[in-house]
């Protein structure tokens, strides 16, 4: 299995990007897709979460309303629409894929968000 995240780059604060994560080597509608990130000196962090059908998402209390969470099935890939983004979002953002009793992770994409 592979996750590959794209989309990552240097924003202003305030400004919005797109996060992508294409994933290859499994069924890919079989698997919940999350989205987590680690900033320098921090522990990994939850950030947003998307069931196998796209159907539910759920949020980290500091991004509900800011960032959204999608998935094309059909292209594999999912993505998180980041808006109104702080300094405090600096991060690598990392995809993973989960379905018990298994979860893969992808190599992250760093994402800095200047004030």
């Known amino acids: 299995v592979q996750l590959q995240a794209s989309g990552g780059g240097l924003v202003e604060t305030g400004g919005s990007l797109t996060l992508s994560c294409a994933a290859s080597g499994l069924t890919f509608n079989n698997y919940g897709m999350g989205w987590f990130r680690q900033s320098p000196g921090k522990e990994r962090e939850f950030v947003a979460a998307?069931?196998?059908?796209?159907?539910?998402?759920w949020y980290e209390d500091s991004v509900k309303g800011r960032f959204t969470a999608s998935r094309d099935n059909a292209k594999n890939t999912v993505y998180l629409e980041m808006n109104s983004l702080k300094p405090e979002d600096t991060a690598v953002y990392y995809c993973?894929?989960?379905?018990?009793?298994?979860?893969?992770w992808g190599q992250g994409t760093l994402v800095t968000v200047s004030s």
């Open positions: 998307i069931s196998s059908s796209g159907g539910s998402s």
């Open positions: 993973n894929a989960h379905g018990a009793p298994y979860v893969w």
